[in-house]
C-alpha cells in the first residue's frame, strides 16, 4: 500500500487535497524545535543554512535525519555533499542561528568565526557541539529533501543552554523552563 | 554517490565506524524537541506512541515525517497504518505525552480520553492540536523508519503552552523563556 502510494503520488504524481499551506504552518507554529545550522561544501564553496528540523533516528548505528526546502539557495548543495557539519546550536550561539536564516548575505564573510575540518568541511568554531557525518539516504517530500546521515565524529560538551525555537521567537530553557514534578 | 551508499550500506550492509550509541545519544541529549503522540490503527486495535521526531517539511504540499524506532510495540502497527494521528502536545497535555512513553501498559484502558475520528482512527479527545494524514512514504534507517505523512485534516487550537523535551526533562515555553531581542 505504502509503495504504491509512493508511486503514485510522490514518485508521479502531485499530492492533491489535504490542509492548506497556511493551516498547516499555522498547526507547526505550535511545534517547537531544537535548532542547527547544517555546512557543507560540495567543492564549490561553503554553504550554511539553519534547520529546526534535526533529529536522531537510530543511536546503532548513529543516523540523524534532517530535512532541506527547496527553496533554500544552501540545499543544491547540502544535497549533492558526500559529508555534513550538523551543529545543534545552544542559546549562546544564538548569533550563528540567525546568520545561516539570513537571505542573500555570504554567510562566511567573517573569517573569524569558521575553519575546516582536517577532512576538509567548513564549520563555525565556537559552537560548543556538532555532528560531522556522512549522507547516507535522501527522501523527497514535496518541496524538500530528508537527508540521512551517519554520525562519524562530533564534538561534546555537556554545558550548553539548550535553544528552542517556536512561533517565530527564540526561546532558551532553564530550571525556569522546567515542568515540576506533579 | 548517495544511492550507490545506499545500495550498499543501508540496502545490503551494515553501516560500520563512527560514533558510538553512547556518543551518538550524549549529543542529542543536548537537543530539544517537540513533543508528539502518534496513534493509529491497522486493523488489530489501536496503538499509541510518544515522539520527539516529529517536523514539518513541506507546506504545499503539507507533508510531515516522524520516526519511530523498532524497539517501539506500537511499530509495526504504524508502519503498516494507511493513516495515523499525530498529536501536537501542549504542556497542559504532558500526561498523554507520558501515557505514550510508557511501557507494558493499555495505553487506550482509560476509554474517557480516546475516541474514534468519523475515518476510524483512534485519537485523544482532549488534546488541543492533532493532524490526521495518510503515510505516503517510509525510510529505512539503522534500527528506524522514517514515516512521511500527507496531511489531511486538523484540529487547530492557537492558545496551548508549548512542551519541550530536553535532557530526559520535561519544560514549557513561555514569556519567562523568551531570548530579549539584543
Do not use: C
Amino acid at each position: 500500500m505504502t509503495e504504491q502510494l509512493h508511486v503514485e503520488q510522490i514518485g508521479h504524481g502531485p499530492l492533491t487535497g489535504g490542509l492548506s499551506p497556511d493551516e498547516f504552518k499555522l498547526a507547526f507554529r505550535n511545534h517547537p524545535a531544537g535548532v542547527a545550522v547544517i555546512t557543507a561544501d560540495a567543492g564549490e564553496g561553503p554553504v550554511a543554512l539553519t534547520a529546526t528540523s534535526v533529529f536522531s533516528v537510530s543511536a546503532e548505528p548513529p543516523i540523524l535525519v534532517f530535512s532541506i526546502s527547496d527553496q533554500s539557495s544552501s540545499t543544491p548543495t547540502i544535497a549533492r555533499s558526500a559529508t555534513v557539519v550538523v551543529h545543534l546550536i545552544d542559546a549562546e550561539h544564538l548569533d550563528i542561528a540567525k546568520l545561516g536564516a539570513t537571505s542573500g548575505i555570504d554567510r562566511f564573510a567573517d573569517t573569524s568565526i569558521w575553519a575546516r575540518l582536517p577532512t576538509g568541511e567548513p564549520y563555525f568554531t565556537g559552537v560548543k557541539q556538532w555532528i560531522r557525518g556522512e549522507v547516507i539516504d535522501q527522501l523527497r517530500a514535496g518541496t524538500s529533501t530528508v537527508i540521512a546521515v551517519h554520525a562519524l565524529e562530533a564534538k561534546l560538551t555537556g554545558d550548553a543552554v539548550p535553544l528552542v525555537y517556536h512561533s517565530r521567537t527564540w526561546h532558551q530553557l532553564g530550571d525556569h523552563s522546567v515542568i515540576p514534578a506533579p
